[in-house]
Every structure is written in structure tokens, then in C-alpha cells.
Nanobody, 126 residues
Framework: QVLLVDSGGGLVQAGGSLRLSCVFS????????MAWFRQAPGKEREIGAA????????YYADSVKCRFTISRDNAENTVYLQMTSLKPEDTAVYYC???????????????????WGQGTQVTVSS
């Protein structure tokens, strides 16, 4: 059974930091690009950051650029999202997702992500 388990969310004050983690239980983790999406109440799900299979290429939405850092550890089947300078508008459920891809680009269409974590709540208070 393919399973993604994301964790690390919580309540933090504006300006604070959190690190999300996602473990993907699959044999060939390095065949997959990974991403973090988020969905705020009443809003569409949006991609926040993505990383290609090797970790050599990343993508960030303008709203999180220079504040969030995505990284991966292929030996541990884990992807991380380090979030700093958090703002109330970052409040959302964050989902990790996996797309089977060995391209150099991290900019994949959202429909390519076929595997999803259960989500972890991030709440930023003002």
C-alpha cells in the first residue's frame, strides 16, 4: 500500500517558524517529484513548493518564495518544508504529494500528483 504521512503542523505566532515532514512509503522514492500543497478555508488548493526527484530543482509559489524551503532526503524517503516568517495568510491544511517523474524540472502540472498525504493543519495567529 502506497502511503504518505505528513506531520509537523501546529499553532504558531506570526513571524514564527515550523518544519513539516512527509514520509513516503514506496520502494523507489527517487522516481518521484514531491510537493507541498495547501488549502485555506473557502479557498482552492494551491501548490506552495515542489522539488524534483534528485533535489536539484525546486519551485516556489510567489506567496512563499524566500520564506519557505523544500528539501528531501532520498535515503529516508522524506520531504521537508521549512517555513519561516509565517504570516496569518499561511494558515491552511498542508498536504504533501508525489508525482512519478524523473525530469529535471520541479514545475509539474498539479494533475500529475497522484499520491497524497492526509494533511497537517498549520495555524498562524496574528
Amino acid at each position: 500500500q502506497v502511503l504518505l504521512v505528513d506531520s509537523g503542523g501546529g499553532l504558531v505566532q506570526a513571524g514564527g517558524s515550523l518544519r513539516l515532514s512527509c514520509v513516503f512509503s514506496i520502494r523507489a522514492f527517487n522516481n518521484y517529484a514531491m510537493a507541498w500543497f495547501r488549502q485555506a478555508p473557502g479557498k482552492e488548493r494551491e501548490i506552495g513548493a515542489a522539488i524534483n526527484w534528485s533535489g536539484g530543482s525546486t519551485y516556489y509559489a510567489d506567496s512563499v518564495k524566500c520564506r519557505f524551503t523544500i528539501s528531501r532526503d532520498n535515503a529516508e524517503n522524506t520531504v521537508y518544508l521549512q517555513m519561516t516568517s509565517l504570516k496569518p495568510e499561511d494558515t491552511a491544511v498542508y498536504y504533501c504529494a508525489a508525482a512519478r517523474s524523473r525530469t529535471n524540472s520541479a514545475e509539474l502540472h498539479p494533475d500529475e500528483y497522484k499520491f497524497w498525504g492526509q494533511g497537517t493543519q498549520v495555524t498562524v495567529s496574528s
